[in-house]
């Protein structure tokens, strides 16, 4: 009896620890997947490095900041945080030393990440990434910025202890998820919502005012980013549920495409999220109210396009067009669906800031091809052969064709700026010469 007994429960004990192996394998793929959702590789990983294990530089109002290493490598990366001290320094910004970390990383966001999910990601980066010992470079940030205490302050007044996201009763499921993703892992609102001067966002959720998600204050790494909500000039109002889908998805649908900083959010994010999450996601930004109610849509107007058919280019800017643009955006500005970008109606030429406009006419953009759309969609750079006023003249025209009614106009002075802004990023004085038209 006692012979047939021992194997039994060694069976028994078997199957427990492999039903337990595959719950901790299941816990890790989870907290992959949510990884993925919070685009960490993004900022965690520099050109050519070892995934999560730091080093990207990134420009601040305040200096260049250097990313750590989020491996879990015991020497210099969290190898020996804890539970606790991960979801510290994930949703409060406490580093385990104590030292209070940049905004750079955004823990207001974060804070709203439920237990379930959190713990999903620690388990993630403490068994499913490769430890990788990499050197952690200070921030280039000049005193007295540089000192870590002011920033406790500035968490305690601007980063309050936010609560993890709980649905309001009754709420719609899908909107639900959608609101926990763009809130939370998604981060949305780190790119898309205007800063005060003391640098936070202006607000963190809808609920908080219609500044969330309304397009940020300032250009980020020579891009502005749009707003999202349901503005019918510069926002989405004009835009269904499935465009929006189709661009999360893909980087494109069949008004635009993803440039700048966006290509990596499609790239390394959503292209491998759910269609379910998708489609929360799209829903819940359709579902934001306007930040000017009495803001003017667009209406088309062909009479540039007749011009430019009968071989008219005398505005300002026109021949620069029809030489440079027309070929991919043709002479009506509406563009080849899920290639070239219609311009015409196009919210980014209509947003008030034409950073973005004249960064990718001087240096150009590339979208990857990603699952489902394995093209590549390349814009060229024309800064090498513009000069600053044919870029502001080729800018303004766009912004003001087709029904297009850009209020403010562009200069060469404005183009000079952002031409030396995209140089100095690029780090290099020989591009700087390269791209300086006289």
């Known amino acids: ?89 994930v949703r409060h910004g406490v580093a385990k030393n104590g030292d209070t970390l940049y905004p750079a990383m955004p823990y207001p966001s974060y804070a709203v990440v439920n237990d379930e999910d959190m713990h999903a990601l620690y388990a993630y980066f403490m068994h499913g990434v490769k430890p990788v010992e990499a050197e952690n470079r200070k921030s280039d940030i000049p005193w007295p910025l540089s000192m870590r205490w002011p920033l406790s302050i500035w968490r305690g007044l601007f980063a309050p202890d936010v609560k993890a996201f709980q649905a309001i009763k009754g709420q719609d499921a899908v909107l639900a998820r959608g609101q926990y993703l763009v809130e939370g892992l998604g981060h949305c609102g780190a790119c898309h919502t205007p800063r005060s001067l003391t640098m936070q966002e202006k607000a963190l959720n809808d609920g908080e005012g219609s500044d969330y998600l309304s397009g940020s204050s300032s250009p980020i790494d020579g891009f502005t980013a749009n707003n999202l909500r349901g503005d019918s000039r510069d926002g ?45 996601i799209a829903r819940y930004l359709k579902s934001l109210g306007a930040k000017d109610l009495n803001q003017v849509g667009f209406t088309p107007d062909d009479k540039v396009a007749k011009a430019l058919w009968k071989g008219d280019d005398s505005k300002p800017g026109a021949s620069v067009y029809v030489d440079s643009c027309a070929a991919c955006h043709k002479t009506d500005g509406s563009g080849y669906k899920r290639f070239f970008p219609q311009l015409s109606g196009n919210p980014v030429v209509l947003a008030e800031d034409p950073t973005s406009l004249i960064h990718i006419v001087i240096s150009g953009a590339t979208l990857p091809g990603v699952k489902g759309a394995p093209s590549a969609i390349a814009m060229p750079a024309f800064g090498w052969r513009l000069n600053d006023q044919q870029v502001a003249d080729v800018v303004n025209f ?41």
């Open 398 to 438: 766009i912004r003001t064709s087709w029904g297009n009614t850009a209020k403010e106009q562009v200069s060469a002075s404005d183009v000079a700026k952002v031409r030396k802004n995209d140089a100095e990023q690029q780090g290099s004085v020989d591009i700087e010469k390269l791209t300086e038209v006289k």
């Open 236 to 280: 989405l109002g004009r835009w269904s549920e499935d465009d929006l889908t189709q661009f999360l998805r893909y980087g494109r649908n069949d008004r635009t495409a993803a440039f700048g900083g966006m290509t990596e959010v499609v790239q390394h994010s959503l292209q491998h999220l759910s269609d379910e999450d998708i489609t929360a």
């Open 1 to 89: 009896m006692m012979k047939m007994l021992i194997p039994a429960l060694m069976l028994g004990m078997t199957t427990f620890v492999a039903a337990a192996e595959d719950n901790g394998a299941d816990l890790i793929k989870r907290g992959e997947y949510l990884a993925r959702a919070g685009d960490c590789v993004a900022c965690h990983t520099k050109m050519g490095g070892e995934s999560f294990a730091g080093g990207l530089a990134m420009a601040t109002p305040i200096g260049k900041i250097y990313s750590t290493n989020i491996t879990p490598d015991k020497k210099t990366g969290i190898g020996d945080y804890s539970y606790d001290d991960f979801q510290k320094a």
